[in-house]
């Protein structure tokens, strides 16, 4: 059974980093594409980092360029986002999620398996 699961949210104040992490068991992180992604109150869910293929092309969202990145360790089954200069619109509970298209856009429709979310909060 595939399970993803995140961690590493938390409170920060603007200007702030997080490192989330998102382990997956059950499968291979070689087998599937990885993604993260993001849900504010009121919004619907939209795409922050993503690899867009197996070789590992990054495609994110404008909003977070030069802030966020992407890394996957393979040893670990675990793929992390490390968000800097946090932005108190970046608010929201945070998704990781796998696809096993060859490729993808980083939209939501896209991936079929998802972790249960964490939480991230900047304020002052």
């Known amino acids: 059974q595939l399970e993803l699961v995140e961690s590493g949210g938390g409170s920060v104040q603007p200007g702030g980093s997080l490192r989330l992490s998102c382990t997956a068991s059950?499968?291979?992180?070689?087998?599937?594409?990885f993604g993260w992604f993001r849900q504010a109150p009121g919004k619907e869910r939209e795409g922050v980092y993503c690899?867009?293929?197996?070789?590992?092309?990054?495609i994110y969202d404008e909003s977070v360029w030069r802030r966020f990145t992407i890394a996957r360790d393979k040893a670990k089954n675990t793929v992390y986002l490390q968000m800097n200069n946090l932005k108190p619109g970046d608010t929201a509970v945070y998704y990781c999620?796998?696809?096993?298209?060859?490729?993808?856009?980083?939209?939501?429709?896209?991936?079929?398996?998802w972790g249960q979310g964490t939480q991230v909060t900047v304020s002052s």
């Open positions: 059950g499968f291979n992180v070689d087998t599937y594409i």
């Open positions: 690899f867009m293929d197996s070789a590992g092309s990054p």
């Open positions: 999620a796998a696809t096993s298209q060859s490729e993808n856009n980083c939209l939501p429709r896209e991936f079929e398996s």
